[in-house]
């Protein structure tokens, strides 16, 4: 049994799809379906449940797949040690973060670890799906590192260091009847149409939960791609918005109202859980503990 005939049954089980486990391998849909049947035939069981719709796991392939993820695993750590060796640090780290994210300096601290070790490949994706996105990305193990900002309940078989934490404010066209209050509940907004990111997004996961808590599910009229362009929409009357006070500019057409309701939205930076990091990835761990630490003394 060969090491690539895990990774593309590993990537197989992953997309449940040989088109996307071929696009992912950058390999031709007929080579990935030869090596899954010479693995079925090498281990004498059907791995996968195929019909004209769908592709699934079966019971065999279920049983399979931890213990294959952990070959490769186990693969990786002796490969890594061996160069490491006789070179220094090497490896691959595999980096989900938000859109523009300018409140923690991401670029400066894998600028400064790319420094010390230069053999060690960055890879950084900016999620387009969101906090929950990214999540399942790291619980399925496509991405090593996530910038996350869900609550801790949507953490479940994470590891999560905490960053910092924002408060929400609520932005309101500077001519709204509610304008001129120095607080706004959630309640207060309840009728409102909203400009808010895409669902998925850490920052709205949160309010819709609260409206959900309220039995007062709210109506979004605008969504944006990023927190930044939120106060544009606003000014321009199109609708009123509950974010995190992140400290961008909302300009002369909209007020920042503090929100009564004391929510505040959480930065984390999570890996999984029960799962050795690698040399490369422990760390840059440890470099962003030691800058937890400075930033809390």
Same mark, same amino acid.
């Given at each position: ?19 996307? *486990?071929?696009?992912? =391998?950058? +390999? @031709?849909?007929?080579?990935?379906? !030869? &090596?899954?049947? $010479?693995?079925?035939?090498?281990? /004498? ?22 213990? *294959?993820?952990?070959? =490769?695993? +186990? @693969?990786?750590?002796?490969?890594? !040690? &061996?160069?490491? $060796?006789?070179?220094?640090?090497? /490896? ?26 230069? =053999? ?178």
């Amino acid at each position: 049994m060969e090491t690539r005939q895990l990774e593309v049954f590993v990537a197989v089980a992953e997309e449940l799809s040989f088109t996307r *486990a071929a696009k992912r =391998l950058y +390999a @031709v849909q007929s080579t990935v379906s !030869a &090596a899954i049947k $010479a693995l079925e035939a090498e281990l /004498g069981t059907t791995l996968f449940d195929r019909s004209t719709r769908r592709v699934t796991l079966s019971e065999a392939g279920s049983a399979f797949l931890p213990e *294959a993820k952990a070959a =490769l695993e +186990a @693969v990786d750590r002796a490969i890594a !040690a &061996a160069q490491e $060796a006789s070179a220094g640090l090497r /490896g691959s780290i595999r980096i989900g973060t938000m859109t523009n994210l300018s409140v923690f300096d991401l670029p400066g601290l894998l600028g400064a670890f790319r420094q010390r070790y230069p =053999l060690v490949d960055i890879h950084v994706t900016v999620s387009t799906t969101g906090s929950t996105g990214m999540v399942d990305d790291v619980r399925s193990g496509r991405l090593d590192l996530a910038l996350l900002g869900l609550p801790e309940s949507d953490l479940v078989g994470l590891d999560a260091r905490p960053l910092t934490s924002w408060p929400y404010v609520v932005l309101l066209p500077s001519k709204h009847p509610l304008a001129d209050r120095e607080t706004v509940s959630l309640r207060d907004l309840a009728q409102e149409s909203f400009v808010d990111t895409s669902a998925g997004f850490g920052n709205r996961v949160v309010i819709d939960r609260a409206y959900v808590a309220l039995g007062m599910p709210r109506r979004v009229g605008a969504e944006v791609a990023d927190l930044s362009a939120v106060p544009a929409y606003v000014q321009a009357g199109l609708g009123v918005a509950v974010v995190p006070d992140l400290g961008f500019d909302i300009g002369p057409g909209a007020v920042r109202v503090r929100l009564a309701d004391g929510m505040t939205w959480p930065m984390t930076i999570a890996t999984l859980a029960g799962k050795p990091p690698s040399r490369a990835l422990r760390t840059l761990l440890d470099l962003i503990d030691r800058l937890i630490s400075f930033a809390d003394e």
